[in-house]
């Protein structure tokens, strides 16, 4: 791996967790523009981030899934994982 694409992954894993500078917003966006690797690494860390707040919410109560949906959502990832 490359090391633009190891600090680009870097980002991607930290744009989760808090906002992002400016200059680091920049610079991952024009390497997502030029490299099709990390967009697909992006768009899976944000799946599984919106997955574990989906699977959190249910567990504690928040959020009823009825057999329809959790098919929906395992079609999804099936989908993706493609």
Known sequence: MK???RHASRLASDSI???LSLWERF???M???MCKNCR?????LQLMH???DLMRETR???IKLNETQRNRLHEMFQDHAA
Do not use: D
């Open 3 to 5: 090391h633009a694409c």
């Open 17 to 19: 967790e808090r906002k």
């Open 27 to 29: 610079s991952f966006h």
């Open 31 to 33: 390497h997502l523009a």
């Open 40 to 44: 697909n690494v992006e768009s899976a």
């Open 50 to 52: 919106q997955a574990t």
């Open 60 to 62: 504690y109560g928040k």
